[in-house]
């Protein structure tokens, strides 16, 4: 499951509340900037009720520029005991722009979602390797 938008905030916290979703993997990630503020992620059931440990509360601010970014909770971050249930996503954020999450299968962050035209570290045109493909770009020259 992926989805992909762009929404920011200036200095005041907002949220942003997905649609009900299902999803078959086990690890949140985003691509977020919140280098100069903070972004953080509960799970919500169906009804909007928090489901324990992954709320806000227990949530691992995240302050960083990073394209693929796992999001942890003190307590536990497999989100595999909801797979194919229905809940919502809450992301809280001040001072930064949520551009896409996914939960993976996997702790590299492999979306396994389409990648149109590939890039550096892909093997085809769906991202089967996560984390790995930041370590190939990383040795690319800079344009």
């Known amino acids: 499951m992926r989805a992909e938008f762009s929404i920011g905030t200036g200095e005041r916290t907002g949220t942003l509340t997905t649609r009900p979703l299902t999803f078959s993997g086990k690890y949140l990630f985003v691509n977020v900037d919140s280098r100069d503020g903070v972004l953080r992620a509960e799970v919500l059931e169906a009804n909007g009720k928090t489901v324990e440990p992954f709320t806000l509360r227990n949530c691992q601010p995240l302050n ?7 999001v942890t909770w ?66 690319l020259p800079a344009p």
């Open 64 to 70: 960083t520029d990073s394209v693929l970014r796992q």
């Open 74 to 139: 003190n307590g536990g971050s497999d989100l595999s005991c909801l797979k194919g249930k229905i809940t919502r996503l809450r992301f809280e954020f001040t001072n930064g722009s949520l551009y896409v999450f996914w939960v993976s299968p996997d702790l590299s962050g492999a979306s396994h979602g389409y990648t149109a035209a590939g890039g550096p570290g892909f093997t085809g045109p769906v991202d089967t390797v996560g984390v790995a493909t930041k370590k190939v770009a990383k040795a």
